[in-house]
């Protein structure tokens, strides 16, 4: 028999972000931080990759946090209340190592804040001091900063073109809490956002070596370490990301492979993505 996967919420977080609770029940009882889902919306649909961002064993219900990027993610964020989606498997990937650090920093760059939210609010529950830093292209864009504060020391804003917050990337935020002597002293950092930052991340806080975790976003197919789509280069191996991570030690990912593989289809997503928007515009009588 068929498990039923309603949306039973839907929230806007930031122009084409989208919070979405839905039904997953056995998912909800047994996920930990940093695992993922693979969903597809409708029979035949592409395999959707979504961090799990938060549970709700009792309810049953599952959070996704979802930027609507191509076609498949802008499908799903037009889903209402009271939609269901046809299948949703998981939970895949390892957990996050957590541990009592004493002081642990989680950087969130864009929507991947909703990767390290449910990952902040452990290593909290761990008894750490956490502290966020939460990266967004303007105001509009800073995701999770109240939620987040519900159990961070400290949660501290960046926007690029400071409109709110501190201005510049989360890098220039991070390198002064770094030189800022913490107390306790920062013994992990975990940072997710667009490779570019975790890159950045990574580069910055090596030479203070600090173990630092990043969550890789390969594309990704099967979800199981059969076809090979999400191979990533870490310390000079091959690795699968969908079975071996999707966290690895940011000192030994190669970003550059990573960026480089993610293009891969970009002319095949744009062209889907305009098919569907005229698609869209001719149910609407608007093409
Ligand atoms: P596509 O047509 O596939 O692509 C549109 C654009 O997005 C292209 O420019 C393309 O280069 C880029 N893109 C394609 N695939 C990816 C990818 N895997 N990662 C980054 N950019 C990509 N997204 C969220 O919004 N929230 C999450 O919680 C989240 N968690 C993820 C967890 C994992 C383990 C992985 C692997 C990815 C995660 N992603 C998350 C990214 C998400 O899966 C992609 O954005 C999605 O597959 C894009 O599908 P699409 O059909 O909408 O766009
Ligand atoms: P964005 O491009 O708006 O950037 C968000 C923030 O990241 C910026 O405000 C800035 O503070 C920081 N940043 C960006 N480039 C930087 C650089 N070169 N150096 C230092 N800091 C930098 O992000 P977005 O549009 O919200 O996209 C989020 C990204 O996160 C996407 O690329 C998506 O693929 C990725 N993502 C990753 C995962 C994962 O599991 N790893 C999950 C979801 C999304
Ligand atoms: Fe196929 Fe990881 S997604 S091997």
Redesign the pocket.
Known sequence: MAVEHKIVQKQMLAPDVVSVWLQAQQIARVRKPGQ?IILRIAEGS?R????I?DVDPAAGTIR????A??????QLAELEVGQAIRDVVGPL?KPTHLENFGHAVCVGGG?GT??VYPIAQALAGLGNKVTAIVGGRTKDYVILESELAQFCTEVIPTTDDGSYGRKGFVTTALKDLLDGSPNPPIKAIYAVGPVPMMKAVSELTRPYAIYTVVSL????VDGTGMCGG?RVTVNGKSQF?CVDG?EFDGHLVDFDELSDR??TY?EA?SQ??KRYEQHQCKLKGTL
């Open positions: 993922f592409e959707l990759p979504l961090t961002a996704l946090i979802v930027q990027v191509g076609k498949t993610t802008r990937g929507v909703a990767v976003n390969p594309i990704m999400c990301a999707p993610l293009k970009r997503e889907a993505l």
